[in-house]
Every structure is written in structure tokens, then in C-alpha cells.
Nanobody, 114 residues
Framework: QVYLTESGGGLVQAGGSLRLSCRAS????????INWYRQAPGNQRELVAT???????TYADPVKGRFTISRDNAQKRVYLQMNSLQPEDTAVYYC????????WGQGTQVTVSS
């Protein structure tokens, strides 16, 4: 069984930065794509960023140029560096993989104050 555990959320002022971490219970080199999603109150969960085994990355338009996804296979971690945060980035952020039919972490709250 695979577990994903997020950390690093918190309260930050607009313009600030946070780095989220997603730790996997298995060797992440076995996982093709690892994604970060977010869900704001009243909204659907949306894909924020994806990183492949080879290190290719894709981003949702609202976060391009501000967020960076990276992976450290030795640490079994995927990171989401978030810069120039805005109040509209406020959401619960989830780590996800499609391995074994789909695995989600428990989420970490990010709150950006204006």
C-alpha cells in the first residue's frame, strides 16, 4: 500500500512563499507522475502541477511562473515551491498519484492573507 503525506502548509501574507512537501511510503522512482492538486472552499479540486519520472513538469495557467514542482527520489519526496502567493491561492493542497488506482494524501492547508 502507498501513502502520501503532505506538509509545509500555513498562513502567509500576499507576496510570500511556502514550500510544500509530499513524502511517499515507497520509492517514488516507481511512480510515473506525481501531482499537486488544490481545493478551495466551494470549488472543485483542480490540478496545479505535475512532475514525471524523468523530471518533466507541467503547470496550471494560474500558477505558471510562480510555482515550481520538483522531486527528490532519494528522500521519497516531491516538493511544491510557491512564490508570490496571492489570496486566490488559498486552498487545501493535495499530493496525488495514479499508482494502484489512485492515491491521495490528507492535504495541507495554505492560507494567504491580503
Amino acid at each position: 500500500q502507498v501513502y502520501l503525506t503532505e506538509s509545509g502548509g500555513g498562513l502567509v501574507q500576499a507576496g510570500g512563499s511556502l514550500r510544500l512537501s509530499c513524502r511517499a511510503s515507497i520509492d517514488i522512482s516507481r511512480i510515473n507522475n506525481i501531482n499537486w492538486y488544490r481545493q478551495a472552499p466551494g470549488n472543485q479540486r483542480e490540478l496545479v502541477a505535475t512532475i514525471t519520472t524523468g523530471g518533466s513538469t507541467t503547470y496550471a495557467d494560474p500558477v505558471k511562473g510562480r510555482f515550481t514542482i520538483s522531486r527528490d527520489n532519494a528522500q521519497k519526496r516531491v516538493y511544491l515551491q510557491m512564490n508570490s502567493l496571492q489570496p486566490e491561492d488559498t486552498a487545501v493542497y493535495y499530493c496525488h498519484s495514479r499508482i494502484y488506482g489512485g492515491v491521495w494524501g490528507q492535504g495541507t492547508q495554505v492560507t494567504v492573507s491580503s
